[in-house]
């Protein structure tokens, strides 16, 4: 059940800066995050299983924003106007990012489906690539754990 759908990266391997500029304008940098945790969610307007984690991924954005981990949405083969429709539509506080898949794969890695899921440590190490919906119970329950070591 748990990790099930998670590949977990042997080794973690060390992720480059990436730097997107979200749709207010802002750089979201994971330098910026040192001492947080990341997960970064590659999505779609169009993508049911997307539609349907973005509730989960808001509560988990909400319990853990001022504490130890940051969500952030990069919406690829989406319009600037879908995306803020769905922006508002779902109340998303977290920094949403519209981005390419060659852009994209340039910063952060390859994304072969939607939705995709990067999660890195603390110390800006990749731990998790994971293609599918992610759930809020799932991250929290591996952060437990990767607490704990």
């Known amino acids: 059940m ?19 500029q979200d749709i207010q304008g802002k750089n979201q940098r994971l330098v910026d995050y040192r001492g947080k945790w990341v997960l970064v969610n590659f999505w779609a307007t169009w993508c049911p299983p ?6 989960d991924l808001i509560a988990l954005y909400n319990a ?15 319009t600037r106007a879908a995306v803020t429709e ?3 539509k779902f109340a998303i506080p977290y920094p949403i990012i519209i981005s390419s898949y060659t852009a994209s794969e340039t910063e952060v890695g390859t994304v072969e489906a939607l939705p995709t899921t990067y999660l ?3 110390t800006g190490k990749q731990v998790i690539y994971q293609e599918g919906a992610v759930s809020r119970s799932d991250v929290e329950t591996l952060l437990a754990l990767k607490n704990k070591h």
């Open 2 to 20: 748990l990790l099930a759908g998670f590949t977990l990266c042997s080794g973690a391997v060390m992720a480059h800066d990436f730097t997107f």
């Open 50 to 55: 997307c539609q349907e984690e973005t509730p």
């Open 64 to 78: 853990h924003k001022n504490t130890d981990l940051v969500v952030i949405g990069v919406a690829l083969d989406s």
């Open 86 to 88: 769905f922006v508002s």
């Open 120 to 122: 890195y440590d603390p």
